[in-house]
Structure formats: structure tokens, C-alpha cells
């Protein structure tokens, strides 16, 4: 039984991954802006999980307390992020956005050495010097070759500081709310705050012809519910240690897909940098959980 649920785990992360990796695909093929695509995905999702999170609402007294705040918080990096990066893909390819939108781990790790002043080992600095290194790679060979993609790969660094805020407030709200809750209440939050987004920057959230509605559920279902909810089920029976350091085969499938889907080949410079960058993000994931006692769930 219990290797069954270890298989199950595994197969539910190489689900999630390859969910998500469609996530840039998804933003292309809409052909609409980027930040109305986040919130069809966000809004649509919440309806769609709600005959699984309405059960919960009295399980959960966690719901009426201060601890809201934390799910809720985590909504609004949500939006702040995939506004960002979706916005991103405008000016980049989709495997440097997602490369460096996924530098979270590095600025989780910081912002745990600075504010919660917890020990950061050698190793660490050594991957973060190299996935910076890495970074640096992309956007300066960028920045002098094409500087519009320059623009959306310092668009998608900075996804990467949202991104480790939803981290954040998803490790304090995880321990008051199970998954299909805190997904549902972030999903909320996010939504509103990407209506709000749109309004602000004059998005038209109507006139889109039918492709591109197919388009925003299929993010809703692949990109955001399969995506987060395969993770969910991973962490539920496999240590951060497994999932995390796995997950940075995130960008390597995004650029797989992109070939052939986009017909978006990376240069030698922006794969080297890839590279390079991929090799100091697992280092700072293996650094950052080997000095944390990890208890998976049941």
C-alpha cells in the first residue's frame, strides 16, 4: 500500500510538472493580454473546485479566524506573479520566462536569512552565485542582442520575488487549511485582484472570440487545477527535499515544448546560462531543506 502511494506521488508530480509547463503555451495561444488570461485562469478555477471546497467551509473553523489572512495574502502574490509573468511572455521567449519566474527558491531562502535569521550554509552561496551567474547570462545576452527580451527577462526576475511571497504565506496557511481549501481561498483572492489588475491597466475582459475562452479553461483546468492540485497530492506523501529540487524541471519542459509548439530554439548563451542557472537552483534547494527537519504528511 505504501509503495503504491509512493508511486501514485511520483506520477502526481511528473503530472503537475508537465501541467504546468503548459502554463506559457496557454498565455501565447490566447492572444489576449496577458494579465486577463491569469484572472480567466484564477476565476474560472474557483468555480470549477467549489463543489469540493463547499463541504469544507464548516469543517474548517480556520476559515473565521486571523489565519484568513495568510491564504488571502498568498492570493494577491498570486496575482502580482502571474500578472507579471504573463505580462513577461510579451517581451521574451517562454523558457527564459519561466526559467526565471521560477527563481523562487533563491529569494525564499534569502528572505528566510534575513527576517527569520536562520543559518545559511556555504553551499547555498555557492548555488546562489551560480543560478545569479546563470541569470545574468540570459538577460545580459539579451539585453545586447534583443533588448525587448532584456525587458521581459527582468519582468520575470522580478515574478520570481511574488512567487517566494506566495511560498511564504502558503507554509503559514498550510498549517491551518488542507490543500483544496487554501487553493480555493487563494484562487479567490487572486481572482479579485487580477479584476482589479485589468481595470487598472484598461483590459477588456469581454470580446474574445471562442478559441480564446477554450483557451482560458483549459488554463483554468491543466495549468491551474491539475497543476496545483498533482503538487498538492505530491507533498502530501513525498519530502519538500524530493518535490522541490524536481520542480525545476519546470523550465526544462517549458523550453522542450516550446520547440515544437512555439518554434522557439535557445541560443547557445541563453542555454548555457539555463543551464547554469537550473545547477545553482537545485544546489540552493538541496542547501535550503537539508538544514530543515522535514515530516511528510499522511
Known amino acids: 500500500m505504501i509503495q503504491n502511494k509512493t508511486l501514485l506521488a511520483y506520477l502526481a508530480l511528473g ?3 508537465l501541467a504546468l509547463s503548459f502554463s506559457a ?3 501565447r495561444w490566447a492572444n489576449a493580454p496577458g494579465p486577463v488570461t491569469a484572472f480567466y485562469r484564477l476565476f474560472f478555477s474557483t468555480f470549477l473546485l467549489l463543489p469540493f471546497f463547499a463541504p469544507r467551509i464548516r469543517m474548517n ?3 473565521a479566524s486571523p489565519s484568513i489572512a495568510f491564504p488571502l495574502l498568498a492570493g ?3 496575482a502580482l506573479d502571474l500578472g507579471l509573468w504573463t505580462a513577461s511572455l510579451t517581451y521574451t521567449t517562454a523558457s527564459n520566462a519561466t526559467l526565471l519566474g521560477n527563481t523562487a527558491p533563491l529569494w525564499v531562502a534569502l528572505g528566510a536569512w534575513l527576517i527569520l535569521k536562520q543559518k545559511l550554509t556555504p553551499v547555498f552561496w555557492r548555488g546562489l552565485v551560480l543560478a545569479l551567474l546563470g541569470a545574468a547570462l540570459i538577460m545580459g545576452t539579451d539585453f545586447i542582442l534583443h533588448p525587448r527580451f532584456g525587458i521581459g527577462d527582468a519582468m520575470a526576475v522580478t515574478t520570481g520575488l511574488f ?3 506566495y511560498f511564504l504565506c502558503t507554509e503559514k496557511s498550510r498549517v491551518h487549511f488542507d490543500a483544496v481549501s487554501h487553493i480555493w481561498i487563494v484562487g479567490v483572492s487572486a481572482s479579485i485582484s487580477l479584476f482589479v489588475i485589468n481595470m487598472v491597466l484598461h483590459y477588456p475582459l469581454s470580446g474574445y472570440p471562442a478559441q480564446t475562452w477554450l483557451i482560458f479553461l483549459a488554463t483554468a483546468v491543466v495549468s491551474q487545477l491539475i497543476g496545483y492540485i498533482s503538487l498538492a497530492y505530491a507533498l502530501g506523501h513525498l519530502p ?3 518535490v522541490s529540487p524536481t520542480m525545476i524541471l519546470q523550465p526544462v519542459v517549458t523550453t522542450l515544448l516550446a520547440i515544437p509548439l512555439l518554434g522557439e530554439v535557445p541560443g547557445i548563451w541563453q542555454g548555457a546560462g539555463g543551464a ?3 545547477v545553482g537552483i537545485y544546489i540552493v534547494n ?3 531543506n537539508q538544514s530543515q527537519v522535514e515530516t511528510p504528511n499522511a
Open 25 to 27: 503555451m496557454f498565455v
Open 240 to 242: 519538500a527535499s524530493v
Open 163 to 165: 512567487y517566494a511571497g
Open 61 to 63: 473553523s480556520a476559515i
Open 76 to 78: 494577491i502574490f498570486t
Open 15 to 17: 503530472t503537475g510538472i
Open 276 to 278: 547554469l542557472a537550473l
Open 286 to 288: 538541496q542547501s535550503h
